[in-house]
């Protein structure tokens, strides 16, 4: 049996029949076509699937598909493109604070979610905002660099 | 891989109550589904329907109603954690709720989901506990109040029938004068569930300088969540000094050990426990100013 | 034109990666293709009776069930002992050794069929512990014996060495199983190009030895086969061995269509390799003075059911014994055991960083006996140009270990960090310095990498390459030595890399070797570009060849200086491709395989940690506070991603040392395997030692593997410097650090004093 659905993804309502067994993972990486988001554990320990349901950071791999009927999903692919780059997108190509940028996309939306929120972060914000994802490669420095200097930025 | 069901999101607690009783055997509740999808997609368990229960008006409100806080069952961490109600009148409960898991989880997860699932490590439940904290729960036959240490019957087991639903938990406001503590062992700063945690509420006789009230509650030590009423027993009425403390800590890890059993972990956590229980207890002390 | 080396450009591949459209293995498009699924094994040694699939066919969505049988080649792999199967044919080793493989329509088809698969065994008693695989009548793992692999370094006299000692200490060292904990579980997909290849596209970290194993295992010729690294989600050495290649080709061979792969983390984390734990007895004896004269150490190392990097362990792991240090008397001995354990393979550092807790905790405990200053110590003994390595090998070049340890000393002078917290009486604070040595590419054995480099004659720029950039970024830096080398700007220089129907094989992506060695081979490839360039210039200007040369992209004419041609011009008028091909290898020698003498590596990096704790002396929970890293790494082509490296390395270092600890049969997921998160990191103050070694590329060695080594020394002396007791065993957890507390209050505390002569 399949459920329909009604969502705001990106910002443009959609409709989109699913069987309610599927996660919101699964429904935007193999029906959605958006495979930005990423599956590292399916059991909500790595945030990888991090997407933001009506601007929350949620982990899209826990999220079952009914659960979002009338919200507003952002992922990845909503956040910026080549030619209109997201703050954060850009600050984290600038502090080389992507390596094997398999965490990235869901760092960037528990970043962006941060931000939203709270225009001046202090570190310890940022970390704590950042503390459900698993990064193995950059041991964070750089990532926790590149969020805080938005914030110098929108400061100056 | 998650198996197939189908899933109803009922706007009412009849409704929701009425489809459960309907439904029979195989069928799920599910609130924010942290530890639900899980067990889904490990294969422990495979029901034929879920019910959503998280678009219930009455499951997702925490208020204060006649000196009491209630909390409904689909409140989210995060908003406990936030919530300015519960910092003011049951600060141990926010406190641990802002120490589960991530910033995901915590948005996700509800306290309902944390307490039907019973999980000897859950971080609510030790401040729960503390708080004198009492679910209600309604079915179609009608609705019952149960304390929650009588809602405990072992590590992921409850006294919840199939067909019953825990609308909220409520408790008796902390007034200005009880102290509460809650402090948290874990092997990681995020992302880590509770080595061991220590709840306590307190409350001193200005006048007498003795513990007029005294509730313990540990965590991750014990099959389910539970007081140490002997402890208690042991405070009460007496002046809150070192070596009654020490007394009592080390009381502490007995009520553990005779409760759980001796464990090739009992000499890490036997000191481990006094240690978080004394500083629950001086944490509650220094606050007294 | 800017320069390019010692200069932060945006990483190549960073914007495609912030925008999420960069595909990893299981972001691959595939025509429907059939999901794939293997049958593992519950047993850690049994015997297959049979195998019964007829249940498992008759699901709907099953096409095949493929087991051993259906093999047309080898049915063994591995990187330098082929003994691993890639589907078990009469015997499993593992829990999780493969045994079968589904194809289904569905992912759930193949995953409901694969339960479905019957598999009958009959168990044979298993060996767990290293220890007993050499007891007779034991457990056989492999029928040429348990004992994989044994290296000697020996040098000078170590009796004499010990007996002129002042003082000898002798510990024993335990590391245990680690996981790489990439991010991308393993994924990809398979299918039969447009020339009728076997096609992979996969994560890796070596296409062409991948190349080498599909043909084999499908009894194909190597052009038969194609593989294709796609985005890859960190590697740290666990996807050097085949994990997914075999099985996506194995399907496609048979099949004809489209497959693909997905493993669940649960499945990552239970059929790919591990660190090596090693038993590391270590003794080492001290003049009276602090000069180090004698080291004798005997590892023996858990090696698993196969054998994958096992020789390489046992080998690094003895040649690196001895730490940074000059010491003339020598004797190691390190054997790799095969046990019915989960297989270790190579994972950042090959034994290194095992290795370099046992002596840098040796260097502290010696230091203490002798009351000397442990950086002190280090600076006396610490290896410079000119001094000889326990291998006889002489180093004439770029030695920083001294450098590293001064920059860190400055900053320990500074600051003050032992002792008590006088608000929490029950933190205690310490400091710890941990310093290592790491040399570049393989060991003692030849490690070539090749490249071209070409410019058409339409002014398009190639760089032809077989590295796989894993995320350390080797993309960027490789360009830029392209770019630097050639006088053309980086971004009208196109990379075609990994992928060997297109590139040459360049080695792997492992033992901090591509900057180096790669690199090497790209300027390799640029001076023969240089040359055909001025060639053809001298045809178009009817000038002699020696009386042109090449600057900035440009040949010119030594007489005139107005005379002056594009080297594109020059492609473009003759019509020509210029080209250049490339290799590097780097001046190795053979160790002798009875005393392991001999120069192993052309070159060494460098680096000294010093870590700043505090520990709860009541929870055993230790927090590091900060970490200042110093490294010797020739020169920083992009100072950013060394320093990427580093903060990556400290991070998997402090996991290491405190919280990593992978169970057999316990650790499922990352529920039970915790790698710190961003609430748990130090921070991380990275100092750069640019020593030029004259033989790198700009003066450029490594620092993918060095950056971890030396943290978790660091940190492990540094809590001996807060509780006043060591603690031996890896990881340091609440447990243990709470243990050795306990032990440090106790009245027969004092830790085995040393021999003192």
């Not at chain 3, 999901?35 to 593992?40: E, G, H, L």
Request: hydrophobic fraction near 40%; proline fraction near 6%.
């Amino acid at each position: 049996m399949e459920v329909t659905l009604k969502f705001i993804l990106n910002g443009k309502p959609i409709e989109v029949k699913v069987p309610p067994h599927w996660t919101l993972l699964r429904l935007l990486r193999e029906k959605l076509g958006l495979t930005g988001t990423k599956e590292g554990c399916g059991i909500g320990e790595c945030g990888a699937c991090t997407v933001l349901v009506d601007g929350i950071p949620l982990h899209s791999c826990l999220l079952l598909a009914p659960k979002i009927e009338g919200k507003s999903v952002e992922t990845v692919e909503g956040l910026g493109g080549r030619d209109s780059l997201h703050a954060l997108q850009k600050s984290f190509v600038d502090h080389g604070a992507v390596q094997c940028g398999f965490c990235t996309p869901g760092i960037l939306m528990s970043a962006k979610a941060l931000l939203d929120g709270n225009l001046h972060p202090s570190k310890e914000e940022v970390k704590e905002a950042i503390s459900g994802h698993l990064c193995r490669c950059t041991g964070y420095q750089q990532i926790i660099e590149a969020i805080e200097a938005i914030n110098k930025d929108v400061r100056e | 891989m998650i198996p197939p069901f189908d899933y109803i999101i009922p706007e009412t607690l009849e409704e929701a109550c009425n489809i459960l009783w309907e439904a029979g055997k195989d069928v799920g509740v599910i609130a924010g589904g942290t530890d639900r999808v899980i067990g889904l997609r490990n294969g422990d368990h495979s029901p034929r329907l879920l019910i959503d229960i998280t678009r219930i008006p009455e499951l997702r409100k925490i208020e204060e109603q006649d000196g009491r806080i209630l909390i409904g069952a689909a409140v989210t961490h995060s908003e406990i954690a936030s919530s300015p109600l519960l910092k003011k009148y049951g600060r141990v409960l926010s406190d641990a709720a802002y120490e589960i898991g991530s910033p995901q989880i915590r948005n996700l997860g509800t306290i309902g989901g944390n307490i039907v699932n019973a999980s000897p490590a859950a971080d609510s439940l030790p401040p729960l506990m503390v708080l004198n904290a009492v679910g209600k729960i309604v079915s179609r036959e009608g609705a019952r109040e149960v304390p929650l240490d009588q809602l405990f019957k072992g590590p992921y087991e409850t006294n919840l029938k199939p067909h019953e639903i825990l609308v909220h938990i409520g408790f008796e406001k902390l007034s200005s004068v009880m102290r509460s503590s809650f402090v948290r062992l874990a092997r990681r700063e995020a992302m880590a569930i509770a080595r061991m945690s220590m709840a306590v509420v307190l409350r001193i006789e200005k006048s007498t300088n003795l513990i007029e009230d005294i509730r313990i509650s540990p965590g991750a030590v014990m099959p389910r969540p539970q007081r140490m009423s002997e402890v208690e027993e042991l405070l009460k009425r007496k002046s809150p000094d070192e070596a009654i403390l020490k007394t009592a800590s080390q009381k502490v890890s007995g009520v553990m050990v005779r409760t759980s059993g001796v464990r090739s972990s009992t000499s890490y956590k036997a000191p481990v426990v006094e240690a978080l229980f004394l500083r629950a207890m001086r944490s509650c002390l220094e606050d007294r100013g | 034109m800017r320069r390019q080396v010692g200069t932060d450009i945006p990483k190549v591949d960073a914007l495609e990666k912030v925008l999420g459209e960069v595909r990893y293995g299981a972001d691959l498009p595939a025509k429907e293709p059939l999901c794939i699924k293997v049958v593992r094994s519950p047993k850690s040694h049994a015997k297959i009776v049979r195998i019964e699939m007829d249940e498992a066919l008759r699901i709907p969505g099953v096409e095949r069930v493929f087991t051993a049988k259906d093999i047309p080649g080898k049915n063994l792999v591995g990187t330098i002992t082929k003994d691993q199967p890639i589907l078990c044919s009469d015997r499993v080793r593992y829990i999780g050794d493969p045994v079968a493989l589904v194809a289904a329509k569905t992912s759930e088809a193949a995953e409901a069929a694969a339960k479905k698969v019957v598999v009958v065994y009959e168990d044979l008693p298993a060996l767990n512990h290293p220890e007993e695989a050499f007891k007779l009548n034991g457990p056989l793992i492999h029928d040429k014996g348990n004992l994989l692999f044994e290296f000697h370094v020996i040098k000078g006299d170590v009796q004499k060495g010990l007996r002129e000692s002042h003082l000898i200490i002798e510990k024993t060292y335990q590391t245990t199983w680690v996981d790489h904990a990439y991010l991308e579980p393993d994924a990809g997909i398979s299918f039969l190009d447009e020339k009728g290849r076997v096609t992979v596209v996969c994560p890796t970290q070596n296409v062409h030895y991948d190349q080498k194993e599909v043909a084999s295992v499908l009894g194909l010729s190597l052009d038969q086969v194609r593989i294709i690294q796609c985005a890859t989600g960190g590697g740290f050495g666990g996807r050097l061995d085949i994990t997914i290649q075999c099985l996506l080709a194995l399907a496609v061979f048979h099949l004809k269509k489209p497959v693909k792969i997905v493993y669940s983390r649960e499945e990552v984390f239970q059929v790919t390799s591990k660190r090596h734990p090693l038993t590391i007895r270590y003794k080492s004896g001290v003049k009276e003075d602090g000069t180090l004269i004698a080291v004798e150490v005997e590892i023996l190392g858990d090696t698993g059911a196969y054998a994958s990097y096992g020789p390489t362990v046992g080998i690094r792991s003895a040649v690196h014994a001895t730490g940074p240090y000059h010491i003339p008397n020598v004797k190691v001995w390190s054997r790799m055991a095969y046990t019915n354990n989960p297989w270790s393979g190579a994972m950042r550092g090959f034994g290194v960083p095992q290795m370099a807790f046992a002596h840098e905790s040796q260097m502290d405990l010696l230091a203490q006996a002798l009351k000397i200053d442990p950086l002190e110590f280090r600076l006396k003994n610490c290896l410079r140009i000119g001094s000889e390595t326990a291998t006889g090998q002489t180093l004439m070049a770029s030695v920083g270990i001294g450098e590293t340890l001064r920059k860190v000393k400055e900053c320990r002078d500074k600051a003050n960090h032992s002792g008590e917290d006088p608000k929490r009486p029950f933190i205690k604070r310490g400091v710890g310095v941990g310093s290592m040595w790491y040399g570049i590419g393989n060991t003692g054995i030849a490690n070539p990498s090749t490249a071209q480099m070409e410019i058409d004659p339409n002014g398009e720029v190639r760089l032809y390459i077989g590295v796989a950039d894993i995320g350390q970024g080797s993309d960027t830096v490789l360009l830029q030595i392209a770019s630097e080398g050639l006088g053309i700007p980086l971004n009208e220089v196109r990379l075609i890399r990994a992928d060997t129907a297109l590139t040459t094989d360049a080695g792997a992506t492992s033992a901090s070797r591509q900057t180096y060695i790669s690199g090497n081979a790209i300027l390799d490839a640029i001076k023969y570009l240089k040359q055909e360039a001025i060639k053809e210039a001298g045809l178009l200007l009817s000038m002699d060849e020696k009386d042109l040369f090449y600057e900035e992209g440009k040949v010119k004419a030594r007489t005139c200086l107005t005379t002056s041609l594009p080297v594109r011009e020059v492609a473009k008028r003759r019509g020509k491709v210029i080209k250049g091909e490339g290799s590097f290898d780097p001046e190795t020698t053979r160790l002798d395989p009875r005393t392991g003498q001999g120069s192993p590596y052309a070159t060494y990096a460098f680096a000294t940690h010093l870590a700043e704790v505090e520990v709860d002396t009541e929870t055993g929970k230790v927090k590091v506070k900060r970490v200042v890293a110093s490294h010797d790494v020739g020169r920083a082509i992009h100072p950013k991603n060394v320093i990427g490296q580093i903060t990556g390395g400290v991070a998997m270092g402090m996991g290491f040392a405190l919280m990593e600890e992978y169970v057999p049969e316990g650790t499922t997921s990352f529920v039970n395997y915790l790698i710190p998160t961003s609430k748990d990191i130090p921070e991380v103050i990275p100092i750069l030692v640019e020593e030029n070694d004259p033989s790198g590329p700009f003066g450029a060695k490594g620092v993918g593997e060095p950056a971890l080594i030396p943290c978790a020394p660091a940190i492990l002396n540094a809590i001996a410097d807060a509780i006043g007791e060591r603690i031996y065993q890896l990881p340091a957890n609440l447990e243990r650090v709470l243990e050795a507390v306990q032990r440090g209050g106790s009245e027969n505390s004092k830790h085995q004093a040393p021999i003192t002569r």
